[in-house]
């Protein structure tokens, strides 16, 4: 059974940073790209919207415009564990994030939450002064 597990988020200040992980388990195959997706809170109603990726193998990785600059993604092969170091946080960091799998990190967007196959539960991470 594959399995997706966020923690880390929690009550951050502006300018603060923190960083998110996610525990993998269950699949049998290696071919599989892990990555970030965004919710917000206050839009439920809204898309997520994507984050960042991480190919295969902890292979190349993707970051969209919203987290160039700011945020890190990366991995940990002998921990199945998938990292989100988040600097800078502003007020509109504000988010449920959530881990996601997919068979490519290609259109890490609202239109690839479609290519996503299985999702965590999310961690809400809240910037607030």
């Known amino acids: 059974q594959v399995q997706l597990k966020e923690s880390g ?5 502006p300018g603060g940073s923190l960083t998110l992980s996610c525990v993998i388990s ?4 290696d071919y599989w790209a892990i990555g970030w997706f965004r919710q917000d809170p206050n839009k439920p109603g809204q898309d997520r919207d994507g984050v960042a990726c991480i190919g295969a193998r902890a292979g190349p990785t993707v970051h969209t415009d919203s ?3 700011r945020f890190v993604i990366s991995a940990d092969v002998a921990k199945n564990t998938l990292y989100l170091q988040m600097n800078q946080l502003k007020f509109e960091t504000t988010a449920i994030y959530y ?3 997919s068979r490519t990190c290609l259109r890490w967007n609202t239109w ?7 999702w965590g539960q999310g961690t809400l991470v809240n910037v607030s002064s």
């Open 99 to 101: 881990c996601g799998a």
């Open 112 to 118: 690839g939450i479609r290519l996503i196959e299985f």
């Open 9 to 13: 988020g929690g009550l951050v200040q």
């Open 26 to 29: 269950g699949f049998t195959e």
């Open 67 to 69: 987290a160039k600059g």
